[in-house]
């Protein structure tokens, strides 16, 4: 049978600890750690390295790489699962070792790197003893990278890089960047940019400012930086020359989808607050939950995450069958991306708006779930830019009509259903005229 909603069994024990876990562990982390990325917070590195030991002990450590990587091989549907529960808490993708930009970059390396790259760079950033950062956008444009300039000469065994970035998360924490810039500026648009891995200790890093997005957010973290006569050796080319967007993709699948699974989990939890809230409060002589339009609230947003929910998990599972080939998946993870700002900040609205003042305040979650939904609208690709991808894959197959008529053009199907039938019509005398 192959329509199945289940868990098995084992995995099912895996997802309960993780559960327990990330409730009782990790949930607490995110009052006290600002940014869990950033090891040079003294509170961050006392707490979250042990966890991080209980959580390889349970052989749930970066649940996203294959095992010849460090990982557990779950394949995407297990992992949306697990996802899924680590998103109820912004540190528990960090005590998990699978957070964002670092999963995304060690696909990357796991995939193009040499065994020398492998070494420096992807095995302390499995074991969690450094973060990287992911250093593409530009001041000028983001959405259409062919518009990039950051470059790329080699000057004798090394690359010089120049140009400047925008919104490279993390990148003053970070120990290492992957870098795009234009390398062979005389081919087709998609072929003229590398990828480089650049030690954030190299002269030439000029951070300009970081840039603060959010509600209450006082530092920011998204780094407008410029790149000066940056000079690395011959060897830390990512991947083959001028194939950077081909690079580029390996992590925007999973990057895609990780975020809208571990949005799933603050979703969830707003459903279950909307819920709480409406049997708790009381307004003229009965409970919220009595009011039929506060229960279309919660079966409107009962709806949009159940909805949203399957089409991730179609879309994990179609991406285990297709054994991770993304571009045959891309249409599904663009509408995944396309939702999911569309259902965050419906969720977070409906959930505000029956919690009254208290909904709009610090004091709860749902401003900052509306305000996410914002960011999920451009980062990793804006949704415009989704619905066109979307759109071309809707209508790869489609073809011209035969006719001047479409297909379904209800006439001639009647007439067609005519002839076929016509000894039966013409006995009860229902031959059309
Ligand atoms: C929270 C956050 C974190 C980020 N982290 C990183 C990071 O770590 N590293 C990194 O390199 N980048 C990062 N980014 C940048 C992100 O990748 C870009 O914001 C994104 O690619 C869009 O580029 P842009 O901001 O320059 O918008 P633009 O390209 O200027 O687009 C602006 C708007 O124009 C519209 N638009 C754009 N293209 C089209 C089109 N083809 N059709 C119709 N409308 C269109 C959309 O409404 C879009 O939102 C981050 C962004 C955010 C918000």
New binding site residues.
């Given amino acids: 049978m192959a329509w199945d909603f289940s868990t098995d069994p084992a995995m099912q024990e895996q997802l309960d600890w993780v559960d327990e876990f990330v409730r009782e562990e990790c949930e607490p982390l995110d009052y006290v750690i600002p940014h869990p990325r950033d090891m040079r917070d003294p509170v961050r590195q006392e707490l979250i390295p042990p966890l991080q030991d209980k959580v390889r002990a349970q052989g749930m450590w970066s649940a996203h790489l294959p095992p010849e990587y460090g990982g557990q091989g779950y394949g995407y549907v297990r992992l949306a699962l697990i996802e899924e529960l680590l998103g109820r808490s912004s540190s528990a993708p960090n005590v998990f070792g699978c957070q964002s ?1 670092d999963s995304g970059n060690a696909q990357i390396i796991a995939r193009y790197g040499t065994d020398e790259q492998r070494e420096a760079y992807l095995e302390p950033l499995l074991q969690g003893r450094l973060v990287s ?5 530009e001041p000028q ?4 990278p062919t518009l990039f300039t950051t470059h790329a000469e080699l000057d004798g065994d090394e690359w010089v890089i120049n140009g400047e ?6 990148l003053e924490y970070c120990a290492f960047a992957i870098v795009m810039a234009v390398t062979e500026p005389d081919n087709p648009p998609h072929s003229r940019m590398s990828m480089f891995l650049v030690p954030t200790t190299t002269p030439g890093i000029n951070i300009l400012r970081n840039v603060a ?1 959010g509600i209450g957010e006082e530092t920011g973290i ?1 780094a407008h930086v410029r790149y000066e006569d940056v000079r690395v050796p011959r060897e830390s080319l990512l991947g083959p020359r001028g194939r950077a967007f081909e690079v580029m993709q390996t992590r925007m699948g999973h990057a895609r989808l990780a975020l809208a699974t571990r949005s799933l989990g603050q979703m969830r939890r707003a459903l279950d607050l909307m819920a709480e809230r409406a049997v708790s409060r009381h307004t003229k002589g009965e409970p919220l939950a009595r009011k039929q339009l506060v229960q279309e609230h919660i079966a409107e947003a009962w709806l949009e995450y159940e909805t949203f929910r399957l089409l991730v998990l179609r879309t994990a599972w179609k991406l285990d069958q297709l054994h991770e080939d993304y571009k045959a998946a891309r249409g599904d993870i663009s509408a995944v991306k396309i939702m999911l700002p569309r259902v965050m900040q419906s969720i977070g609205w409906h959930a505000a708006q029956i919690h009254g003042s208290l909904g709009v305040s610090h004091d709860m979650p749902f401003i900052h779930m509306v305000n996410a939904a914002v ?1 999920f ?9 989704h619905k ?1 991808t979307l759109a071309r894959e809707a209508l790869r197959d489609a073809r011209p009509a035969p006719g001047m008529f479409p297909t379904f053009h209800l006439p001639e199907r009647q007439a067609q259903a005519a002839q076929k039938y016509r000894a039966v019509l013409e006995r009860y005398d229902r031959v059309p005229g």
């Fill in positions: 930009p950062c992911f250093s593409a956008t444009g983001g959405a259409d970035k925008w919104f490279s998360s993390g997005v998204h960011n609208g451009v980062a990793d690709g804006p949704t415009e830019v066109v």
